[in-house]
T-cell receptor, first 112, second 112 residues
Framework: AQSVSQHNHHVILSEAASLELGCNYS??????LFWYVQYPGQHLQLLLK??????LVKGIKGFEAEFIKSKFSFNLRKPSVQWSDTAEYFC??????????FGPGTRLSVLP | EAQVTQNPRYLITVTGKKLTVTCSQN?????MSWYRQDPGLGLRQIYY???????DKGDVPEGYKVSRKEKRNFPLILESPSPNQTSLYFC???????????FGSGTRLTVV
């Protein structure tokens, strides 16, 4: 079965630091990839998605992600985080079937 | 406004008392699904529906039922809730099974 792993359970950064959150998936075929953000007490919101084409994808709020097919990875990046980026981040993978699998999430705390 | 609406937002109930969590979307999406979110486990799919009258089990269907009599509605039914169903539940919809999910605001259920 498809599985998605996220490298860090909890990341703590100071404002203006750079962010990279790791995501790896297990499926070897064609996939669609997503990053979602969940602010405290809120529902999940889509940050960005990759379907095909340029493997470097830009999303909302200054986030970007890079799809590296050979590494089965889709890491999320932001050059300079803000306190308002404090949230939980979920990677998700859809393998063109009924499988839309979320990773366990990474909690990001940004210190002012 | 395009949205997925869940009700109620919070629910406390007793073991064995049947309950229904409603979900409605106004985007004419064909695909709808239910997830539960538990700490450290991310989101796990309970049931999904590809279209009206078409439903199927996700990863954790035990103890849950769904129905899809109309395109816009996808209620989640717990016939006999148990304390291990205490969780945060999200309904989601998308144009197709491959597309990004749009999430509702969540229902926090406590079964005592």
């Amino acid at each position: 079965a498809q599985s998605v792993s996220q490298h860090n359970h909890h990341v703590i950064l100071s404002e203006a630091a750079s962010l990279e959150l790791g995501c790896n998936y297990s499926y070897g075929g064609t996939v669609n990839l997503f990053w979602y953000v969940q602010y405290p007490g809120q529902h999940l919101q889509l940050l960005l998605k990759y379907f095909s084409g340029d493997p470097l994808v830009k999303g909302i709020k200054g986030f970007e992600a890079e799809f590296i097919k050979s590494k089965f990875s889709f890491n999320l990046r932001k050059p300079s985080v803000q306190w308002s980026d404090t949230a939980e981040y979920f990677c998700a993978v859809n393998d063109y079937g009924q499988n839309f699998v979320f990773g366990p999430g990474t909690r990001l705390s940004v210190l002012p | 406004e395009a949205q997925v609406t869940q009700n109620p937002r919070y629910l406390i109930t007793v073991t064995g008392k049947k309950l229904t969590v409603t979900c409605s979307q106004n985007m004419n999406h064909e695909y709808m699904s239910w997830y539960r979110q538990d700490p450290g486990l991310g989101l796990r799919q309970i049931y999904y529906s590809m279209n009206v009258e078409v439903t199927d089990k996700g990863d954790v269907p035990e103890g849950y039922k769904v129905s899809r009599k109309e395109k816009r509605n996808f209620p989640l039914i717990l016939e006999s809730p148990s304390p291990n169903q205490t969780s945060l539940y999200f309904c989601a919809s998308s144009l197709s099974d491959r597309g990004p999910r749009v999430f509702g605001s969540g229902t926090r259920l406590t079964v005592v």
